[in-house]
Every structure is written in structure tokens, then in C-alpha cells.
């Protein structure tokens, strides 16, 4: 699923259309404050003459003590730049840019490498995730309900599905402020409708919030993936961007619905490809399924099912069909 360039060229011009509107509200901030605060237009402009003179004199002299001086003279004069913002209630950075990304300062480029935001930005083409972006603003932590959950023990269980939710979360959220320390990976499992994906979607927000790149794909949407990769590919391609290694290099894979795909021996191979290249790499992945571990590791090769045990926090999820509940309109337990 290789990225075109018309795709690729519509992501450089929305980088274009930011760097634009970056300018153009800070020169509508500059007016402002120019209006407001009349010497400050002058105070800029012997910031730019004396930047000016100072390379002017660097070119003829090549002189270590001109270097010092200017960005003593410099410095001089951008104090006084702050101190007449903020004579004026303005905030110091206000006639700094305002970048969507501040890390590549929305070029979509690091040195030559692609920024994470670029990288996003290919991700939520590519695959659609634009359809998870919305779901996102509905579905995160701070729309997370417990009382969903019953507070009744389980007697098999020994623990009620609030008590056992209540640690998966404190879990979860453990996993996202320790995303970029350690590699970790998470499986829940459980019947349909108790919340595995909803809580995948909350970990997803806040690590897309943190400028980390996430792929979110059901299995079969994985599946159909990694066999066009295997059986036919798009000439119409830009560059040399394999997209096919995205799964691989995004910094969360969430593979959703495992085992609602049509398994067979190839896809059962090409899923240990992913989730073992994914370790390998130490790039953290989230598995939800409907299955049972005993269904998994039937329906699964022993070496999936392995890596899944030795490598992934294991969550069984259990409670109430929660769509069940919102559909007729119960009241939460």
C-alpha cells in the first residue's frame, strides 16, 4: 500500500498552507503590537541593523571578539524587547511563530529525516485513520465510565469487573507514561462489548497527543495489507517510501479484533512477521480479541501464541455487553 505522489505532494502543500498561516497570524500579532507599543517598531529595526552590520564586519574581520560582541549587543537589545512586552501585557514568545509541530516547525522535515508529524500525516492517509481521529474526540480517558462495570464480585473471579477495571487502567496509564523509557505491549482479551477497544482508542489519543505516531488497524484491515504486499503493489509509487514498513516502524500498532480475519497458513506466518519484527524492533504493540487464550492459541501458530505470553501484559476484560447497555438505555450498573 505504497503512498502516491499525488498523496504525497496534497501532505507537502498542507505543510505549506501551515508554514503560510504561521506567518500570517504573526505578522497580524506584530501589528498589534507595533500599534500598541510604537517603539518596539524601531527597537526591531535596530535588531536587524545591527545583525546586518555585525555580518557585514564578520565577512571583512573574521574576528572572535566581533562574534562576542555582537551577540552581546544582541542579547542587550532582546531584553529590552521582552521588557517592553511585557510592560504592555504581552506574553514574551508573542511575536515568536506559532508552529503546529514545534519539533520540525511544520516542514515535515528534521534534517533529512521525516518528522514524526509527517510520518502521522502519511499514517492517517494511507490507512483512513481519519474515521479513528473522530472517533478519538469520543472515545479517551476523560470519557471513560466505570460505572459501566459492575461493583458484584465474580466468585470465579474473585474480583468484581469495576476492581478488575480499575487495575487495567492504572495499567494503561502506567504504559503511556512509560511509552518512551521502555518497549511494552499490551493484550486484552474478553467478550464483545466490554471496552477493549475503547480503552485502545484512549491510549491511542494520548499518545497521538504526545506526538507519537499510531496506526490503528483491525485485523482484517491488517491482513489485506500484508497480502497486497505480498501479492501486488502499486507502480504509482513516491520515491523509495515502502509503506508496507510502517507497521513495523510506527511507535504503537493497535491490531484490533484479532481473530474476526479469515486465518489461514499465510496469514498466520505473515502475523508472526509483525509481531515478532515489532519486538525485535522494540516498538509497542496492542492486541485486542474476542478469543479466549485457550481459542488463541488454537486458532494460532505456538510461536504467536509464545511471543504473545513472553512479551505482552496479558488483561482479560469481562462485565456487562456496555453497547448492550447504551442501546436499550439502562442505567450504568
Avoid at 505504497?2 to 505543510?15: E, F, G, T, V, W
Avoid at 516502524?249 to 508472526?272: H, R, V, Y
Wanted: net charge negative; proline share 2%.
Amino acid at each position: 500500500m505504497p503512498l502516491k505522489n499525488s498523496q504525497y505532494n496534497a501532505i507537502l502543500r498542507r505543510y505549506d498552507q501551515l508554514r503560510f498561516e504561521s506567518i500570517r497570524q504573526l505578522d497580524a500579532r506584530r501589528q498589534e503590537v507595533y500599534a500598541a507599543i510604537p517603539q518596539l517598531r524601531q527597537l526591531d529595526e535596530d535588531m536587524a541593523h545591527t545583525a546586518a552590520e555585525y555580518a557585514r564586519k564578520a565577512i571583512v574581520s573574521k574576528s572572535d571578539a566581533s562574534i562576542s560582541q555582537f551577540k552581546s549587543d544582541m542579547a542587550q537589545l532582546e531584553k529590552q524587547r521582552k521588557e517592553l512586552l511585557a510592560s504592555h501585557s504581552f506574553p514574551a514568545d508573542y511575536l515568536e511563530p506559532k508552529y503546529h509541530c514545534p519539533d520540525c516547525q511544520d516542514t515535515g522535515f528534521i534534517g533529512n529525516e521525516k518528522c514524526h508529524c509527517f510520518k502521522q500525516a502519511i499514517v492517517d492517509l494511507v490507512y483512513a485513520q481519519s474515521n479513528i481521529r473522530q472517533r478519538l474526540l469520543e472515545e479517551n480517558f476523560d470519557s471513560f465510565r466505570l460505572d459501566y462495570y459492575s461493583t458484584e464480585k465474580d466468585r470465579r473471579l474473585g474480583i468484581s469487573p469495576r476492581q478488575n477495571m480499575e487495575n487495567i487502567l492504572s495499567c494503561c496509564r502506567d504504559f503511556i507514561s512509560d511509552f518512551d523509557k521502555k518497549q511494552d505491549n499490551l493484550l486484552f482479551y474478553g467478550n464483545t462489548g466490554v471496552g477493549k477497544t475503547f480503552l485502545s482508542n484512549c491510549i491511542a489519543r494520548e499518545l497521538l497527543d504526545s506526538a507519537h505516531t499510531v496506526i490503528y488497524l483491525t485485523a482484517f484491515q491488517l491482513v489485506d495489507i500484508l497480502e497486497s504486499n505480498t501479492f501486488g503493489k502499486d507502480d504509482d509509487a513516491a520515491g523509495d517510501e515502502d509503506m508496507f514498513s510502517y507497521i513495523f516502524d510506527c511507535d504503537l500498532l493497535i491490531i484490533d479484533d484479532l481473530g474476526t480475519e479469515m486465518n489461514n497458513t499465510f496469514i498466520t506466518s505473515q502475523l508472526f512477521l509483525c509481531i515478532n519484527e515489532r519486538l525485535l524492533r522494540r516498538r509497542s504493540t496492542i492486541i485486542s480479541t474476542n478469543l479466549s487464550l485457550e481459542q488463541l492459541q488454537k486458532e494460532y501458530s505456538e510461536r504467536i501464541f509464545s511471543r504473545i505470553i513472553s512479551n505482552y501484559q496479558v488483561f482479560a476484560i469481562f462485565g456487562d455487553d456496555i453497547r448492550v447497555k447504551k442501546a436499550i438505555a439502562l442505567p450504568p450498573a
